[in-house]
């Protein structure tokens, strides 16, 4: 059976990927969103289940919030209850795309109020991040038009730039901001930001903590996503990763769920761009569970990203290169391919529970009743969803 | 001036296109449906809205009806309100996708008592019909799965066969029932009918008088539609059309709005296939007016294709035949993008002043004070949306 | 150790995949097309090669040929000279692509007389069936236009039934004809037979013997490959795969190289609809090698689809169907992936040598010293690529 | 009827469009390159068609050359037969796709001395433009690979900006590198320049003479191309305009025949950003004309990107910015349409006679019995092509 190795094994130990709230609260499509029995109704509740993927995977020891759906009048109060429950509060979101004010933009809008609105909501973020030991605001923008003619492209462009100045310079200290991309959706014809180009540029405008973050669902048809992972490494400017899976457009599925080896070469750019286990480089999920069960699936998801990592870890990186240099394009392929083919799974067990956690967090969460418990408990209030 | 020739002004006289109650109502993305003043509250309200569309264009002398949305107790009653207004009750439209019941399939589900519910409901919207007096049952499916594995595609075809056998048959007299494909949402992994082939594979199974409907938005990337729309004309299957654009996915955009050109060329193929004027072929839109003007946004439309089917009829048949028939590709496209960039707008108008309508029908409703009215008189109530 | 289990053994036993001639051959783009030492001059030369494949991988026991590109002056000789290799002679491809008559059409074609020389082409492929005992004449078509009105798309698909007519009538006993489909290239606007719908209907008006032809290449973008090959055994018309695989267009790609979770779906459908070692479904590769080696690049592909069958024959169909019925989305997913994931390699090495081969085909070809001996002897003469 | 004022006059008079030589060889895809009468032989005889175009639309007063494929011996003789006929030796477009040695990249390649060759290659594109008296180098790089694990693309990236670094350092004076992107093809897994954000970068870090060249054809599919004219607009680092257009892949189709509307929008924004008449954006062509002939295809070319910027040019800005302001969308997007539909080319027609120019210069060059003296005449010889 394969075994992984002292250096794989501190990698894969020293890994951490940070949790959505909000893949804890109902979400769905715009027909239709089912509830499903035991979803949180407040951030305490989306906490608890957060913990409970990291009890049994020792892998996911953050929760990012989302602003104003996470919103709670004590946030010293709510990080104490995260931190008691072994997880830190982490990345806070901005919410520009759910007020009516902002239906033709926000940091973007052509009336200085409406971007003085959506600039101080993003400083409230800033001040919500004071108060949760956040590093990182991350920026995901709704802004666009849906038809040609309706907006001034150009001046959008410098619009955003001089919003963005403003919220990046009330960073102190290590905060970060990063900015999202994405190729369309919500609106149709433009996006302000959709491509990962769009943001180099706006984020190399502000500073050195303004950085890039790829959502690994939010390209064009076809693209090469490893390709853009590793000019934003070789840059200095991958934020953060925003990891879910598609067959189409923004899916939001489980990470590796599409298409498990593209996300394998994602990992392996990660690794030969030293993004992996690097400060700088944030692992975060962004994901939906429509009409899966969310606790399972968010612990699916923090697996997935261990055992493609431990592939990608696999690849001989040396008979790699003497492959490459020949010209023999078969060896190559075939010294990548090994590594995905590899079935790391039985290793990743024995090694879990030499670090004393369950061999198959899968069956551990199911095994532990908290199910059960939420569904029976959680009966009353107001399902968390987005929009609340 | 380019005039009208009198076989053209006669086309363009019979034209009729069905407007969609669900277009006045709010409709949005996953992220934020945002209101507008005036909107209706019921589908009276909604039909007093198509009415409007009639009367400067006299181009949308029918409205189709969404079930549960539009269920009032007295048919009878509603069809005699649209009579008064000029407008007749067009298709009926049914819908599987909002019950937490169809969250896995409704006519395609494993569980025959969910099917039995999805089916009754398709004989709810035909007793609807026989009350209406409508024609067609429009079926657009959201069935399907979002991961793999989840789903057993092969029986849920097998079974979609036998749900709507059960449907077809309870048709009666010049009844008929239309089946609407949609490459992928809201369903992300498989569609169960996704594509042009498998709608004709399953209305052939049925009879004489199921249909394929085609929406111009439910395509992969890069399709020829217009090819599509000669082929099912070609097979006598093409039922009718929800008109339509995007940019993107199924972006929901005024017909024409996004690509004017592939308009042209769908129009031009139907009047090639002998689909214009054709009873058998309806026209209709099926849009959502996310961020503009709902009454107006459906005036724009049926205007865009109005035009558009002019300029279509402008094509010289005859030259360009000589010029395919000689292999000349410039001079073939060249005769068919004369017809294309023919300003046919100032015809239009001094064809419509001849018939009594104003020449300008955008211009005419903004000066008709109905818009003033409704967001005036429309205050209290729920605005109908996706839903209600 | 994953072990396969007698059945599996069985299945894999039993399977055969038919090796391209052409992909011995040069290929590239329209850029360039690099030579490559020890390339056949000629057809002997090509099945020469394929029988290689067949010799360590005991896969590929049939060479599809193609007219006029591997016309010989005696086919029994060369059938002889094939099963004296050990292989036979498969499937007879047309080619109505390379012809300066055919830059407008072939069996589509607006002239009468170019589509007689177009059907005789055919007529005389089927002669050649006769000779090599090859059950299957392969039709793609190249047919198309690049200008929006250059051609009637109408007229065309009308002729093209009735060449598609004359070419059937001809067919005799056991012999079929199958028709490949293909989103685009050459033509950039319409093609003729684009999707599989389209060769469905047409070879649906033909009669039993003539079948669609899937190659996994030829979708737009998006598309769900998958589905299709459900539909179409469902509708008993599969009647072969051209396996390769692709990133953006037809990239004629090494099957499984580009997304081998694809390749995994599509094999479960064959295995779910009945077409795993089913006469009627040919399993052939339809590559091109433009800068691999082309021997270890087919051996490699046979071995591809040989892999993936045996991953997708381990899935647990009993507890799958437990999960789908259940709902249990994470669960039925994990069933799929389970086998997936699993590490087929060593045990199907371990049944190679139970059999008598090389444990590990590509290294056993490697040791052989056929690659050295080509590349010393085949000097001088015209290298065959495509167009020779 | 619509008249041109006096100011879109100017514009019209002071555009220029430069034609590429090679659009008047043959060209075809992988399958075949059709051969068509009167074909030019050598670059005398391209520049004397392409003097065609210009002698009948006075708007294509420069030819591009390929090098390679326009090498001659004296290159100001060249330069006075063009000046002669009252055209100019335009921009210089090196070619490293069509030598074994590049088979796997060229300024990116792993060996030195094949980076070495294609670097001084570039060198001698510069010695030429002294020579020609051009001042932009075009740099398209086929560089990429075909299966994962074959290339290390950082390194590639790192190479190809230090090959750039040597070839911009031996620029002089005005003179100019621009750097195209393109999706895919002749590569099929990674392309080393693949999108705008990636020449923006590399040409960045070159200096203020080195600019990014936008092909119209070359992005993933859905991209909205405007934006990005938009945005190098506004960093001051869009250099030139391949003008083609596409329905699919890089289809290289006449320009403005695939998406017309596409074409207008994207001159909408280079007036916007002052990109138009703008002698740091230069507008070139880049096509093929696989079926069609050549001259009259290059003809057509230039008059649709005539036309498509007189249409442009009609936007009522200030209209345009009323509705922008007002949030009123159907508004805005009728000024834009109102442009776009109205009919200009009677206008055109009439402006060009004033100019002493034939009002239909596709008629006027019917007319002139040149492409009938040309047939007529080139016989024997090579027809020039694409590695020729």
Not at 206 to 231: K, S, W, Y
Request: contains cysteine; hydrophobic residues 40%; aromatic residues 10%.
């Amino acid at each position: 059976m394969t075994t992984l190795s002292p250096d794989i094994q501190a990698q894969l130990t020293a890994q951490s990927i940070e949790l959505p709230s909000w893949a804890f609260g109902n979400s769905g499509t715009r027909f239709k969103v089912f509830t499903t029995p035991g979803t949180p109704r407040d951030p305490y509740e989306k906490i608890a289940d957060a913990a409970q993927v990291n009890r049994v995977t020792a892998l996911a020891p953050a929760v990012a919030l989302h602003i104003p759906w996470d919103k709670v009048d004590d946030y010293a109060a709510l990080r104490t209850y995260a931190n008691d429950l072994g997880v830190e509060l982490g990345t806070i979101n901005s919410n520009t795309f759910q007020d009516d004010d902002y239906k033709f933009g926000a940091l973007t809008h052509e009336d200085a109020a409406v971007r003085r609105k959506a600039i101080d909501h993003h400083l409230e973020c800033i001040d919500i991040m004071d108060a949760t030991g956040s590093r990182d605001l991350k920026i995901w923008l709704a802004e666009g038009s849906n038809y040609p003619g309706q907006a001034d492209l150009r001046g959008r462009q410098d619009r955003l730039h001089e919003s963005l100045q403003e919220i990046y310079a009330r960073l102190s200290g290590e905060q970060r901001l990063v900015l999202e991309y994405k190729f369309f959706e919500p609106a149709f014809y433009h996006t302000d930001v959709p491509d990962w180009g769009t943001s180099y540029v706006q984020v190399s405008a502000l500073g050195e903590r303004a950085m890039v973050c790829l959502d690994t669902g939010h390209h064009a048809p076809g693209t090469n996503i490893e390709f853009i992972v590793m000019q934003l490494l070789r840059l200095g400017k991958l934020g953060s990763f925003d990891f879910n899976s598609r067959f189409y457009a923004d899916d939001d599925l489980i990470v590796g769920a599409a298409d498990p080896f593209q996300l394998f070469r994602i990992l392996f750019e990660v690794i030969r761009g030293g993004g992996l286990n690097n400060p700088d480089v944030a692992f975060m999920l962004d994901q939906c569970h429509n009409v899966e069960k969310k606790i399972p699936g968010q612990i699916r998801s923090v697996l997935n990203v261990q055992e493609m990592t431990a592939r990608a870890l696999l690849v001989d990186a040396e008979a790699l290169r003497v492959a490459q240099l020949s010209g023999d394009v078969l060896a190559a392929n075939a010294v990548f391919m090994d590594a995905f083919y590899t079935d790391v799974r039985p290793a990743l067990g024995q090694w879990r529970e030499s670090r004393g956690l369950a061999a198959d967090p899968m069956a551990a969460y199911a095994a532990s009743g908290y199910q059960e418990k939420i569904e029976t408990e959680r009966l009353g209030g107001v399902q968390a969803s987005w929009g609340a």
